[in-house]
């Protein structure tokens, strides 16, 4: 069987919607992603964080046999993102 790789962000969001407000969650399209295919083949993982990031927070891809070699880290912070959905 061949390995899917994945390349992408793997990141910390913060999100504020009409039902509340969460800061510093799991996102990045290479995180979601990665997450959802791991269900169905060998995945492999290409990503870069910042020295601030917890590993141990992801330690979950280990357990559905997620190679992580491929992420790398770097000085620095990881990639954030927020956003606000205001109706």
Do not use: C, W
């Not at 996102?27 to 020295?51: N, R």
């Not at 141990?56 to 190679?67: A, C, F, G, H, T």
């Amino acid at each position: 069987m061949s390995k899917l790789l994945v390349v992408g962000t793997v990141a910390y969001d913060s999100i504020e919607t009409p039902f509340g407000k969460v800061d510093n969650v799991l996102g990045g399209s290479a995180l979601h992603f990665t997450s959802a295919a791991s269900f169905f083949t060998d995945v492999g993982i290409v990503a870069t964080v910042g020295k601030d990031f917890a590993l141990d927070e992801i330690s979950y891809l280990k357990e559905r046999n997620v190679d992580m070699s491929g992420i790398q880290v770097d000085e620095g912070k990881t990639f954030r993102l927020g956003g606000a959905v205001r109706l």
